[in-house]
């Protein structure tokens, strides 16, 4: 698989700080976004320590032998292990210390290995797919809204407006262990990822995300994303990654 990604953070126009973070790891195929909280300034900390800790956990998974396993079960396994040791660093480093008590960090990965591509998420940071001039939201969003929607108590139209949109069920950080959700896909050539924090998919509709997307080069459709978050309030940090699959070769 030849990927080609690109990634942009902004802090916004209502923030002091940006407490998130993203990585892409040509390398290794790997392309991570982070949105911290809590604290003073930990929530990048926490955020950062996510997706160093994660690309440190992926480097020795992708060097390790599975042994008799599936190769699949394996990755997708050691994938939720190294969400899960990043979210526990996180909370070690918040119970030791005072000042860093109460931080935490939601995390979207994507690595992609040979045609599959395994996507783990925690807290309300999302991926979405993009194939055939269609956008689909891959990732369930682990927040209190979200998980109503999907019981039948709130529309979607109604939890895009609630007054608790942003209370989020699941992150790194709050607690030693955490569920980390893994999915694996097939991926073909011309598919693409979007990760991106609640600061972008708060304010822009799937489809208008795809049209800018569709509208210009990666890295000028990044900007454009975000210029169009920012018009809309820009209350929140923002970040997008995008990945491209240019050939399945
Ligand atoms: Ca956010």
Redesign the pocket.
């Known amino acids: 698989m030849k990927l080609v990604a690109t990634g942009i953070t902004d802090v916004g126009r209502r923030r002091d700080r940006n407490?998130?973070a993203f990585l892409i790891n040509d390398e290794m195929q790997l392309f991570v976004v982070a949105?911290g909280?809590g604290g003073h300034v930990g929530g990048s900390y926490a955020s950062t320590m996510a997706v160093t800790t994660i690309e440190d956990e992926v480097g020795k998974l992708l060097l390790a032998d599975p042994g008799d396993a599936d190769p699949v079960d394996f990755l997708r396994e050691g994938l939720a292990g190294a969400v899960n040791a990043a979210g526990a660093r996180i909370f070690g480093v918040a119970s030791d210390n005072p000042s860093w008590k109460g931080m935490g960090t939601t995390v979207v990965v994507v690595l992609v290995v040979g045609t599959n591509a395994f996507v783990a998420h925690v807290g309300d940071s999302r991926v979405y797919t993009m194939r055939d001039g269609d956008i689909e939201q891959i990732t369930d969003d682990h927040s209190l809204v979200a998980e109503s929607v999907r019981e039948g108590l709130l529309t979607e139209e109604q939890a895009r407006r609630h007054k608790m949109r942003n209370v989020i069920t699941r992150a790194l950080g709050f607690h030693a262990e955490v569920e980390v959700d893994v999915q694996v896909r097939a991926v073909t050539r011309g598919d693409r990822f979007l990760l991106c924090?609640?600061?972008l998919s708060g304010k822009l509709e799937p489809r208008e995300m795809l049209d800018l997307l569709d509208a210009h080069a990666p890295l000028e459709a990044a900007r454009q994303l975000v210029i169009q978050a920012c018009a809309r309030g820009g209350e929140?940090?923002i970040t997008a990654v995008t990945v491209h699959v240019e050939n399945a070769a």
């Open positions: 407490e998130d949105d909280m924090s609640d600061g929140d940090n």
